[in-house]
């Protein structure tokens, strides 16, 4: 989990325009421009250099820039939104990326897949299937992740109700310790790890970030926090609620290696 850089985007003016299923009403900008600040500094303070893009109106979901790739410390894989209206998203991402990474791949029609399905867990991709994840994109996302000698295991998650991503519900912390939603507890990819099971009425904040030293924790679920804090983490709390608003956590907001 050790990561030295990760790229942001900050949220555009037309931010609540994006798709959003929560139902917690329209965000603030300008507190989820405050947010955005803070997640920021909370990745620096673990020791990242970050790269803030500037907001891109024509893309209201942009901010949400996990979905546009899958990133390690030696290749990365251009994703394919699910999304029509995301699509455009991975263009500049793509011109980015080739800044740092000689060996980028692309997820090709009619395979779609959205970075937020997307859990490493080691040298393990868990790949979720999903309604923005097809099985043509995970596949072809396995078969490049095997040629740099990554494993990788399908985990369909488009039975749970309420569950966007694969990362909406499961998360990585290291020390091969998985943060689970409890309705991922009995799958069977998870039963070789240490879990730790969120409250089943705090099931938003399965979405930890482990950054290096630090575990970061939406703030507003003090359940999930003790759980974490007790397991020997060092949390730090950051508030993303204008985020969760529109489907969004902490993962979400940024590719990191």
Avoid at 33 to 45: D, E, M, R
Avoid at 85 to 98: A, D, K, Y
Avoid at 123 to 152: C, E, K, M, W, Y
Wanted: proline letters at 5%; hydrophobic letters at 40%; aromatic letters at 10%.
């Amino acid at each position: 989990m050790n990561f030295q850089y990760a790229i942001t985007r900050l949220p555009a003016h037309t931010f609540s325009q994006g798709i959003s299923t929560a139902n917690l009403g329209k965000p603030d900008i300008d507190l989820a421009i405050v947010q955005h600040q803070f997640y920021v500094a909370a990745l620096q303070k673990a020791g990242l250099d970050c790269y803030i893009l500037p907001a891109s109106p024509d893309f209201p979901d942009s901010v949400f820039v996990e979905d546009t790739a899958i990133v390690t410390s030696d290749f990365a894989v251009i994703s394919r939104p699910g999304a029509d209206s995301r699509r455009g998203e991975i263009n500049e991402m793509t011109v980015e990326l080739t800044n740092f990474f000689q060996n980028v791949d692309r997820i090709q029609a009619p395979g779609t897949l959205d970075g937020g399905d997307i859990c490493l867990a080691g040298n393990h991709f868990f790949i979720g299937i999903s309604h923005r994840t097809n099985p043509v994109g995970a596949q072809q996302l396995a078969d490049i992740v095997n040629r740099f000698g990554f494993t990788s295991a399908f985990v369909d998650i488009r039975q749970l109700a309420g569950i966007l991503h694969l990362k909406s519900s499961v998360n990585y912390l290291g020390d091969e310790a998985l943060l689970l939603d409890p309705r991922m507890k009995n799958h069977p990819e998870f039963q070789r790890f240490r879990q730790l099971i969120v409250p089943a009425d705090e099931v938003y904040a399965a979405n930890c970030l482990r950054v290096n030293e630090e575990v970061l924790v939406p703030a507003g679920f003090p359940g999930a926090l003790e759980i974490l804090n007790k397991a020997g983490f060092h949390t730090v709390v950051v508030d993303v609620s204008e985020y969760q608003k529109m489907d969004g956590g902490l993962s979400c907001l940024s590719l990191r290696w």
